[in-house]
């Protein structure tokens, strides 16, 4: 059974930092491009950053572009989302999102985890 879980998440203060990491089970972690979304309260799921599955490339939304990195290990099936000088409006589930780089529609997420931002 495939499994994507997320750690990391937390309480921050504005200005401060979290590093998330989503550890991939029963997939060839390797062959999948990986992505970060989050969803904030009441509002739709949009995408954060997304990495090439050799992690050549990567791409952010305008809204993290300078403050947020994502990197991979393909030897620990693990995805990451460093996050820097952290705003309130980063506040959000944070999901990670596999997809399979020969067939879009192999796609797996996981459940998510909670970041807050607030002083």
């Known amino acids: 059974q495939v499994q994507l879980v997320e750690s990391g998440g937390g309480l921050v203060q504005p200005g401060g930092s979290l590093r998330l990491s989503c550890v991939a089970s029963?997939?060839?972690?390797?062959?999948?491009?990986m992505s970060w979304y989050h969803q904030p309260p009441g509002k739709e799921r949009e995408l954060v950053a997304d990495?090439?599955?050799?992690?050549?490339?990567?791409n952010y939304a305008d809204s993290v572009k300078g403050r947020f990195t994502i990197s991979r290990d393909n030897a620990k099936n693990t995805v990451y989302l460093q996050m820097n000088s952290l705003k309130p409006e980063d506040t959000a589930v944070y999901c990670c999102?596999?997809?399979?780089?020969?067939?879009?529609?192999?796609?797996?997420w996981g459940q998510g985890t909670q970041v807050t931002v607030s002083s």
């Open positions: 029963s997939i060839t972690f390797s062959n999948y491009a």
């Open positions: 999102h596999a997809v399979y780089r020969l067939r879009v529609s192999i796609n797996y």
């Open positions: 990495i090439t599955y050799d992690g050549n490339s990567t």
